[in-house]
């Protein structure tokens, strides 16, 4: 089976962030399919090209036994909202452009994979020509989720925005959507057909943990950081706008009379006025890390007391799942979960963590004072994460079944 896969933000091997197709591939690979990606060149919180790809708009490589073309990314995508966009359309110019003339061969299908929205784009004119079938998943409501934090305000934007969406909707063989409120709002208000909506949502990546969790000293690793008396809560994922870090700071001012270390891992476009704002405000209990290669991420989650999910206070959230939970899940640590709608009911369903108001720091303050005087509880809802986990959300079985849809397609598709 040849799938064409399109995804803006698929990873480099060495590169840090979300990396749920990059583990899907590869297990697809593994069972004998032929994967080509069309990935981008400018990693999702990056400001510049690789040296490998400065000056060049495709570039063809292998990653694995994975046949990966990256594609132009303008460097003005993590600038401001009007840089983002013209990323977005550059991406999906170069994707097209790869599509059509560079790619050999004869596909099965198309996987394309959003945010953001127009790799569908791309995705629609190589099915046309192609005459193959394309499958669009949802990651992400987006322009909703851009409303709701205020990054996208205008009319002209949105319209389009939605007009796109619908048109890629209606053309789409299957639409696969990472959570069950995903399906709801696109059967009850983009009126889209239930049979044409797949379910494969994010996934823990047992792989790599289980083998930490079985040879990783932590304790080493938290003495040599000087962290051995240390409550450690760690955040790991972008520093944007939806993210809503500020809320970390006011929660650590008022836990400064506690033993606590907030730990954020990662990147974006906020994340230099976070260290400013908390430098000013003489908050010492906030330690900014730059991102890491995934098995060192684990290493810093397996080294903690709590991982945490956190989102803007804002409707659109109310529907995601946050990948990073399957990521404590995975290495066994409870989860303070600051997204309210669906990620809640997952940790409290699963008994694996917390909820805290999100962008309320008393409920921090309150929920972890709780949670540093029960050290039996932090490890109960942390193997009840881990079990909840590999009985739902593990990523090799859901990328077993997404395959097992794709063939399905094809099947149907070959006899219509």
């Avoid at 959570?179 to 059967?187: E, V």
């Amino acid at each position: 089976m040849r799938i064409l896969l399109i995804h803006q933000m698929f990873l480099e091997e060495d590169d840090p962030g979300g990396s749920r197709f990059n583990e899907m591939a590869k297990v697809w690979a593994n069972e004998g399919n032929d994967i080509t990606v069309l990935g981008g060149m400018l990693h999702y919180n990056g400001h510049e090209k690789r040296d490998e790809y400065k000056g060049k708009y495709f570039v063809n490589k292998k990653q694995g036994q994975l046949d990966v073309w990256r594609c132009h990314v303008s460097e003005s995508y993590n600038a401001n909202f009007l840089g983002r966009l013209w990323g977005y359309f550059s991406f999906m110019f170069a994707a097209t452009w790869v599509g059509l003339f560079k790619t050999k061969g004869k596909y099965d299908v198309i996987l394309a994979t959003s945010p953001p929205l127009f790799v569908g784009v791309t995705a629609f004119i190589l099915s046309f020509f192609k005459k193959i079938p394309y499958v669009f998943e949802v990651r992400d409501l987006w322009p909703e989720s851009a409303m709701d934090t205020g990054v996208l305000n205008n009319k002209l934007i949105i319209k389009l925005a939605y007009w796109v969406e619908g048109f890629l909707y209606k053309n789409a063989s299957l639409i696969n959507v990472l959570t069950p409120a995903f399906k709801t709002h696109l059967i009850n208000i983009k009126k889209v057909k239930e049979d044409k909506i797949l379910f494969i949502p994010n996934a823990a990546d047992f792989s790599l943990s289980d083998t930490l969790l079985e040879n990783f000293d932590a304790s080493q690793m938290r003495n040599e950081m000087g962290w051995q008396d240390k409550f450690i809560v760690t955040y790991v994922g972008a520093h944007g706008v939806a993210n809503g870090l500020h809320q970390v700071l006011d929660a650590a001012e008022l836990l400064k009379d506690t033993n606590i270390l907030f730990l954020l891992i990662g990147n974006g476009m906020t994340k230099e006025s976070l260290i400013i704002n908390a430098k000013n405000r003489g908050i010492e209990n906030v330690v900014f890390l730059n991102s890491v290669p995934k098995v060192d991420v684990f290493k810093y989650i397996l080294i903690s007391d709590m991982g945490a999910s956190i989102l803007k206070n804002v409707p659109a959230f109310k529907t995601v799942y946050s990948n990073k939970t399957f990521d404590y899940m995975a290495c066994k640590k409870p989860i303070l979960m600051a997204i309210d709608g669906i990620s809640r009911v997952l940790v409290e369903e699963a008994d694996a963590g917390s909820f805290v108001i999100p962008e309320d720091p008393q409920s921090y303050n309150i929920v972890l004072r709780k949670y540093m005087e029960l050290p039996q509880l932090l490890k109960l809802q942390g193997e009840n994460g881990y079990n909840y986990a590999k009985k739902h959300f593990d990523r090799k079985h859901l990328a077993q079944n997404y395959l097992s849809e794709l063939k399905s397609l094809i099947s149907v598709s070959t006899d219509l």
